[in-house]
């Protein structure tokens, strides 16, 4: 007989509200099972557009949505705010920092990830990465007060550090926020300021590797790159960041293997790495399961964990792979709509075992890839059936632009949303330019 | 010869950009003039607002605007972020925290007012005021949390105390906040906890005088208290809080003189005292100007400071007087519209000054007063050459919400706010229910 009387149905525990907790819990809405959604912040986050937060086109409401009332009608959901600080994968219990920690029959890990400075997180301070709310509040701050502290500034060399705008990683993030950047400095703040002229403002990209987007084809990587430059990023692959103090980067391999550079900057944004989770970690070693570099848990082709089957690991935690018939295993992408199929699939599998059925593999369908840069530019990779289907440019932004909104939670983000980018395409306006925590200046 | 020559053109400086400052400033718009506008935020804050960002109807973006953007065409103004550290009266210079001191040939300070605990400073921590965008996300945290929090308490004694919530003052922002507070717990939060009913909150609105909103006519005090106890607020009136200690309230006054009760919550809201900026201390001491107990400069009829007529005080700053033909000076009252006609009032007489004309009195036009309760609830009193013309309940909140709607600064804010508004009245919900620095807990 199971210990607490009423939990005759399964207990289901989702840790993380993220896109892969969130289908989870969808997925189970006619399920006869008892969920609780344990969530650290209290919102779900639309993490396509947090680039828009932190270059200030968007207010943070608009992207994101409490878990607790996107679960108001399903009636087998409790959500819990709390952070989980282990799991007792022998008593099968989720123990939170406050509170009573959670049972559960099966247990859905979707914790995430955050940036990885590979290292060196003394540039932490120095090059806030972007993945939650805050760090957008953080990097907005330091853009709006770099180009008031220009205004203020009568030395030419200071100046033009503070006009000097550095974006490390040329992934989908550092793209968006380098195109953007030009956009605020050419367009937005144009007319706005009597001493400096804010489309001085220099923006690099700067990516370790040969090209930007690589996760797309090698030709729109390239079409990526001319669009940056025509919008006036100085993008420079084979770039090795070496330091990062607060006053300079320093850059290795771009004129030249040996060649170094100094960059005198005071906003850099860190775009380069991303680590799994330390609940990943943590799980591995109380299961025996194995992490990968990146620090994601190496999951069974049904998500599962090895010897651990009531288990499932989904989202950017997972080292996933794809099973498709006829086909070679292929590594997961951490993309967002591979974390809504995981939570599905591990959904689904639950619900198999509860009802005594073997569990199936996970096939990951990849419907393509996209990526914005800036003001009227995008490039799309389409998958289908009949092959890939690649456009760049003004038609691909528009794609991406309504293939946001319609992924956007919520009726009312989604036309909010819509309201304030075309307002903002139409005025070049960008209305979200709040600086709330204004006494704390910003580091030198 | 001037210092600087290209000052031929006499030099204003203008200290805040809230409702006075910011009409000072576009007052000037035509004139031969350099202004130099000095601000301490980067926004110029919708104050009457400012309630439904504490209360996540609104997002902090909605009714904040950059004031170097609302200047961006008006040629003659610099803005410049600093925060004012003294005014040097005898070289007329205006001193800054960072960088080289402002001079100025006129001066138009209006630095407003901030929340005031009566001396009791120490109840700060436990009692947040609601004066800036970081005052309204700290009570926004503190309301968003308290639910949850009371979601994940097992002892009904404490349940009952993070669902009670005391909000101190009558004024207009005690009276929306209370207001609004019973319209989360009774609509915005029904059906999204398992554990608790949110509509179990007490909402208690503490009032040392005799009646709410004291601007008000008698008749309206009480129209509005009779709505507020529809809405589910408890009114105490004559209830005179001696002691706060983020467990308890301690309230004398409410049963009789000297009964004194104990109200055990987690969540205070502090609206009662206004004090103004300590600028304004500063600027009397140097110029032999008085403060009234309230810390405001009493300033001249023309709203110059005695001995030192190139400066002007304004706003709620200021203790003015208004002086209409045929009439007995009357105090100015601290409400925006009283701020932004001292504005004008104050450039108009700088121009005179300048034109070497006598300046005029301050005569400030009183066009009534409207008050918000909540949902369909407001008292209005306009007045009118024919006398004043007072209505409650759901016209008077329809003429509250267009008046305030058409007063927001720029057209993209009004739209989006009438969005949000409309949304948020058909739909009962508040879509700014974003914590964003959760890791700060709750005090106990």
Redesign the interface.
């Known amino acids: 007989m199971p210990i607490n009387p009423n939990a005759a149905r399964p207990r289901i525990v989702v840790i993380g509200c993220g896109f892969g907790g969130l289908e989870a819990t969808r997925a189970l809405k006619s399920a006869a099972v008892d969920i609780t959604l344990v969530e650290?912040?209290?919102?779900h986050l639309f993490q396509p557009l947090l680039y828009q937060v932190a270059t200030?086109g968007l207010?943070?409401?608009?992207i994101?949505?409490?878990a607790?009332?996107l679960f108001?009608?399903q009636a087998n959901v409790?959500?819990?705010?709390?952070d989980v600080t282990a799991i007792d994968t022998q008593a099968r219990l989720v123990k939170l920092e406050?509170?009573?920690p959670v049972p559960y029959d099966h247990l859905i890990v979707a914790a995430g990830a955050t940036h990885s400075y590979f290292g060196r997180d003394d540039w932490a301070p120095f090059a806030p990465g972007l993945k939650t709310?805050?760090d957008a509040?953080e990097i907005r701050r330091r853009i709006?007060?770099a180009f008031?502290a220009a205004?203020?500034e009568?030395d030419p060399a200071l100046r033009a550090a503070w006009l000097t705008f550095v974006v490390v990683g040329g992934g989908p993030t550092g793209v968006e926020m380098a195109g953007t950047l030009a956009e605020i400095a050419h367009h937005t703040l144009a007319?706005?300021?009597?001493?400096i002229d804010p489309s001085a403002a220099r923006i690099l990209l700067l990516e370790g590797g040969p090209r930007v987007l690589q996760a797309m084809p090698e030709d729109l990587s390239a079409r990526a790159k001319e669009q940056l430059e025509k919008l006036g990023v100085e993008v420079r692959l084979g770039a090795r960041v070496v330091a990062i103090d607060g006053r300079t980067v320093e850059v290795q391999g771009v004129d030249g293997p040996h060649a170094a550079q100094t960059i005198h900057t005071r906003c850099v944004v860190w775009a380069a790495g991303v680590a799994a989770s330390a609940l990943g970690r943590q799980l591995a070693q109380a299961t025996g399961a194995t992490t990968d570099r990146a620090g994601r848990v190496v999951v069974e082709p049904d998500l599962g964990l090895p010897g651990h089957a009531e288990i499932s690991v989904i989202g950017d935690l997972a080292a996933a792979r794809s099973f498709a018939p006829g086909l070679e295993p292929r590594p997961v992408p951490g993309v967002s709509p591979a974390a809504k199929q995981m939570g599905r699939a591990a959904a689904a599998n639950i619900l198999r075992r509860i009802a005594g059925q073997p569990t199936r593999p996970f096939r990951y369908r990849d419907y393509g890839n996209l990526a914005t840069i800036g003001r009227n530019a995008a490039v799309v990779d389409l998958a289908s059936p009949l092959g890939h289907f690649k456009f760049s440019g003004y038609f691909a932004w528009l794609f991406w632009l309504f293939a946001h909104i319609y992924f956007l939670i919520g009726f009312?983000?989604r036309?909010?949303v819509l309201?304030?980018w075309a307002?903002a395409y139409w005025?070049k306006?960008r209305?979200?330019?709040?600086?709330?925590?204004?006494a704390q200046r910003p580091r030198m």
């Open positions: 650290r912040t209290n919102h200030a207010s943070a409401p608009a994101a949505a409490p607790r009332h108001r009608k409790t959500t819990l705010l709390g406050e509170g009573p709310l805050d509040f709006l007060l008031e205004e203020k009568p007319g706005e300021f009597r001493r009312r983000n036309l909010v309201i304030d307002s005025s306006q209305y979200a330019r709040v600086i709330s925590d204004i």
